[in-house]
């Protein structure tokens, strides 16, 4: 189902979106050496709870998870990289942690995830991970808008990708939202232009590129959630919730936006 959000649900959409960029970067303070993941799972739910909002992750069972997800935010570490389930970890200096979430309010879903480094070591090999999914997304960004298609943004964040030199995995991308956190359409991190869903007014995308140091294959995690690289390499993932508008793309998981 592709949903295309009325006039009147885009202030819930901005809503649920300052929410997700608030909470992420209020744990992202919060991080440090030591923080065990549990932990950052119930500090996501109590300010999901505290704002009156609810989660999409809790009771979220699809066909590639094992049962409900029974958690509140995805905590990837290192080799893991999209669907991380919360467990029981502390972290140590050096960790690529990419922290992804959703959560609904009055009905519309917004979704974003961020990546970065705990503690004060920085390896270079990281550093350039996180910053080629930032530059990704930021290409895909600029390649929405009213008129243009989903092949569109799939090829601006293939192309940046692949310039950086990393393989593209086509399994899990970015997608449709809306009353749900799931919809179509999906949009793949790499694609051809001018191809797919010609993008309207009102419709939710989440843009997620992600990447793997050294190969494009996955593995599952005996959770049956957590998706790994294969080869145990470095992974990062950045994504924002746009809404394509009338005047062209507006970011609603920007940090710092005012809250409606």
Same mark, same amino acid.
């Given at each position: *189902?592709?949903?295309?959000?009325?006039?009147t649900?885009?202030?819930r959409?901005?809503?649920?979106?300052?929410?997700?960029a608030? +909470?992420?970067?209020?744990?992202? =303070?919060r991080?440090e050496?030591?923080?065990?993941?549990?932990?950052?799972?119930?500090?996501?739910?109590? *300010?999901?709870?505290?704002?009156?909002?609810?989660?999409?992750y809790?009771?979220?069972?699809?066909?590639? =998870?094992?049962?409900p997800?029974?958690?509140y +935010?995805? @905590?990837?570490?290192?080799?893991?990289?999209?669907? !991380?389930?919360?467990?029981?970890?502390?972290?140590?200096? =050096?960790d690529?942690?990419?922290?992804?979430?959703a959560?609904?309010?009055? &009905?519309?879903?917004?979704?974003s995830?961020?990546?970065? +480094?705990v503690?004060?070591?920085? /390896?270079?090999?990281?550093? %350039?991970?996180? #910053?080629?999914? %930032?530059?990704?997304?930021?290409a &895909?960004? $600029? #390649? $929405?808008?009213?008129?243009?298609?989903?092949?569109?943004?799939?090829?601006?964040?293939g192309?940046?990708?692949?310039?950086? !030199?990393?393989?593209?995995?086509?399994?899990?991308?970015g997608?449709?939202?809306?009353?749900? *956190?799931?919809?179509?359409?999906?949009?793949?991190?790499t694609?051809?232009?001018?191809?797919?869903?010609?993008?309207?007014?009102?419709?939710?995308? $989440?843009?997620?590129?992600?990447?793997m140091?050294?190969?494009?294959?996955?593995?599952?995690?005996?959770?049956?959630?957590?998706?790994?690289?294969? @080869?145990?390499?470095?992974?990062?993932?950045?994504?924002?919730?746009? $809404?394509?508008?009338?005047?062209?793309?507006e970011?609603?998981?920007? /940090?710092?936006q005012?809250?409606?």
């Open positions: *189902m592709i949903e295309i959000l009325s006039p649900q885009l202030p959409a901005r809503e649920a979106g300052a929410l997700v608030d +909470i992420l970067q209020t744990l992202r =303070g991080c050496v030591g923080t065990n993941l549990l932990d950052i799972d119930r500090w996501a739910q109590a *300010m999901i709870v505290d704002a009156g909002a609810s989660s999409c809790v009771d979220y069972a699809p066909s590639f =998870g094992r049962g997800f029974g958690h +935010i995805c @905590t990837s570490v290192n080799d893991a990289v999209l669907h !991380g389930l919360p467990h029981d970890y502390a972290l140590a200096d =050096g690529l942690l990419s922290l992804d979430l959560v609904s309010v009055g &009905g519309v879903v917004a979704d995830a961020i990546s970065f +480094i503690g004060d070591s920085k /390896p270079s090999e990281s550093v %350039e991970l996180i #910053a080629a999914t %930032e530059r990704a997304l930021a &895909g960004i $600029a #390649a $929405a808008g009213p008129g243009a298609r989903i092949g569109d943004i799939s090829h601006a964040i192309t940046v990708l692949q310039d950086a !030199g990393y393989q593209v995995n086509t399994q899990f991308g997608h449709g939202v809306g009353s749900t *956190m799931h919809q179509d359409p999906h949009v793949s991190n694609g051809r232009p001018g191809r797919g869903y010609k993008l309207r007014p009102g419709l939710l995308l $989440a843009l997620e590129p992600w990447i140091a050294d190969t494009a294959e996955l593995v599952t995690d005996e959770d049956g959630w957590t998706l790994r690289s294969k @080869t145990g390499c470095r992974t990062a993932h950045s994504e924002h919730t746009i $809404a394509i508008t009338d005047d062209g793309t970011i609603l998981t920007l /940090p710092g005012p809250h409606p």
